[in-house]
């Protein structure tokens, strides 16, 4: 009982650390302006630059929730303006990728909050484990949305200004380095280790308690079939009996006494 409670408390405590992990995973950057590996110099005093250089050098997931970013807005603006003034190029839209990260967060964060109260419900008043296994690949499987979404809004954004990269030559603005990356690998990191140590805990305890379920299982049937097994025994003994009585007082001859005595004796192998 003593290592049932024991298990049942680290498997409750783990469900809930990953339930809670993965609600804080969406205060990590999913995109981020690295402002350390690139710089931009430019001529005209332009503002829209100035205030894309000045805009949030980072937006997590909470940020994101709205689906108004201002990374996303800023950047929309600058290369709508690059476009116009450089390229006869239609610029891209980014709408698409701004609502993309809305619906991810919205689903990490409903999905993380549920898995929360799963693992509190659980711990204090459900016995089936297949509850905590299913918080587990749940949490497994938002981080790895959320990895996807910050790998792909980081993406596509560096594509864009790599090709801004390649376009800018001859103009009066001068690009360098790699602009845009994201922090959404460190939940997930986080995470991973964190899978590793329930996953560990479930199996290693699930294999030490299947040897004594199975010996509790062999001593029960045991125990319930040995006096079912007396009983028989003691019938085919009393029915011997009242045999070798009714010979003895002649109402069954010596080959029928014989007869009915094989049969018995058949019966109980």
């Known amino acids: 009982m003593r ?7 680290m498997l409750g405590l783990l469900a809930f650390a990953l339930s809670l ?19 931009a110099s430019y001529g005209g005093g332009s503002s829209l630059i100035e205030s894309f250089l000045s805009a949030s050098t980072a937006e997590s997931g909470f940020d994101l929730l709205s689906g108004n970013s201002k990374i996303l807005i800023i950047f929309q603006e600058f290369s709508e303006l690059y476009h116009y003034r450089f390229t006869p190029d239609p610029p891209p839209d980014f709408s698409a990728l701004a609502v993309f990260s809305q619906v991810c967060d919205i689903v ?10 799963t693992a509190a ?16 690949i749940v949490i497994a499987v938002l981080s790895v949305i959320y990895l996807v979404q910050g790998l792909v809004v980081s993406l596509v954004l560096e594509t864009e200004w790599q090709q801004l990269l390649k376009e800018e030559a001859g103009s009066s603005l001068q ?7 994201t922090l959404a690998y460190v939940p997930f990191i986080l995470v991973m280790l964190f899978e590793a140590v329930f996953w560990l805990v479930y199996y290693k305890w699930k294999a030490a308690e299947t040897p004594v379920q199975e010996e509790t299982a062999v ?39 014989e007869e009915q005595k094989m049969k018995l004796l058949g019966s109980g192998e």
């Not at 993965?22 to 402002?35: E, Q, T």
């Not at 459900?126 to 299913?134: L, M, N």
């Open 121 to 136: 419900c659980w711990f204090f008043l459900w016995k089936d484990e297949k509850a905590v296994k299913s918080i587990a």
């Open 3 to 9: 290592k049932y409670m024991t298990r049942r408390v």
């Open 175 to 181: 690009f360098y380095g790699k602009l845009f990356d």
């Open 219 to 257: 001593a029960a049937e045991e125990k319930e079939v040995t006096p079912s097994r007396r009983d028989a025994q003691m019938q085919m003994f009393e029915r011997l009996r009242m045999l070798k009585q009714l010979y003895d007082e002649g109402a069954l001859t010596e080959q029928e006494y």
């Open 108 to 117: 990490l964060l409903v999905a993380s909050l549920f898995a929360c109260i």
């Open 21 to 39: 992990l993965s609600l804080l995973s969406l205060c990590f950057a999913v995109v981020r302006i690295d402002f350390a590996s690139a710089q």
